[in-house]
């Protein structure tokens, strides 16, 4: 595997796979890398000739008081776990290489409607710096075939609507989440929890399962659903931030009518805020 650091860098090995008719792949992320991450480029691979993925850090999607000074940089770790995965090219730009000019008012990717609700209620910006970066990445790489990971469910939906609005040839592959031992998903941000709490933690998709059963078997009174989660994530330490059960294409709240459904849950467990989702059909 090769590694860059510049855009220059990057399109011109880019260059010389397509001269060669290579279908391109790309996996972007923000580092810290666990095997939720190597499944996207293992996934990729199957899908094309060449891999690329990024990592950065990227600081326009993180609000007022996150964790973007905390967040994990461990790139030698990242490139021996991409090089043990099979990726070809791996981008790790400075800050100053993803964004020449004010990052703030010189220009960004707005999308909108999809990213009003759940986190993008809970954080304001959040979503406009992932679909800006998304796009500069885009533009920077030209993929065939970009994935991502189903555990950010919402950007997902966000950076497939961003593609097709801004006319990206571009194939996007969603990837199941890849969870550890109890259940918990996989993400770097577990990374702040005690061993207890990463125990306890497990909840969450706990809960999630037992909606999608009760939905299953016919229970149309989503709210008590919602409610009754929400206790037990109390009970377990969590902080809930929403528990909402939604339409899969729009993730507008879902009625008893809908057939394709996600769950989308959030909550803070310590020093960490979680995300997961459950899609399925009730059918």
């Known amino acids: 595997m090769k590694t860059v650091h510049t855009i220059e860098a ?15 792949g790309f996996a972007p992320t923000m580092g810290n890398l666990h095997e939720g991450h190597i499944t996207l480029i293992k996934e990729g691979l199957k899908q094309s000739d060449v ?7 990227n600081p326009t999607q993180f609000g007022e008081g996150e964790d973007f000074s905390d967040y994990p940089r ?12 099979g990726c070809h090219l ?10 020449p000019g004010d990052q703030d008012t010189w220009a960004k990717v707005v999308v909108t409607e999809v990213t009003s609700r759940h986190c993008g209620a809970s954080r304001p910006g959040h979503f406009d710096g992932v679909s800006t970066v998304v796009t500069k ?20 939906a966000v950076i497939r609507r961003m593609t097709t609005a801004l006319c990206f040839d571009i194939e996007i592959i969603g990837v199941d989440t890849v969870r550890e031992d109890n259940g918990l998903a996989m993400s770097s941000r577990n990374g702040f929890l005690s061993a207890d709490e990463k125990h306890r933690a497990a909840t969450l998709y706990q809960c999630l399962c037992q909606a999608k059963k009760d939905i299953q078997n016919g229970n149309t009174d989503f709210e008590s659903i919602r409610t009754r989660a929400n206790h037990t994530l109390q ?15 729009d993730l507008e709240r879902a009625g008893p009518n809908d057939d394709k459904l996600v769950i ?20």
Do not use: W
Request: charged letters at 25%; aromatic letters at 10%.
């Open 10 to 24: 990057l399109r011109k090995e880019i260059h010389q796979q397509r001269s060669k008719g290579k279908r391109i």
């Open 51 to 57: 891999m690329v993925s990024s990592v950065f850090v």
């Open 74 to 85: 461990t790139l030698p770790q990242d490139q021996e776990k991409l090089s043990a995965a």
């Open 90 to 99: 791996l981008f790790a730009p400075a800050v100053d290489e993803m964004y």
């Open 137 to 156: 990445l885009f533009n920077i790489v030209q993929p065939d075939v970009a994935l991502f990971g189903k555990k950010d469910f919402q950007q997902l």
């Open 235 to 249: 009970q377990a330490g969590f902080e809930p931030d929403y528990f909402t059960i939604c339409r899969a294409d």
């Open 264 to 283: 989308l849950a959030a909550a803070r467990m310590g020093k960490a805020r979680l995300i997961d989702n459950i899609d399925f059909s009730r059918g």
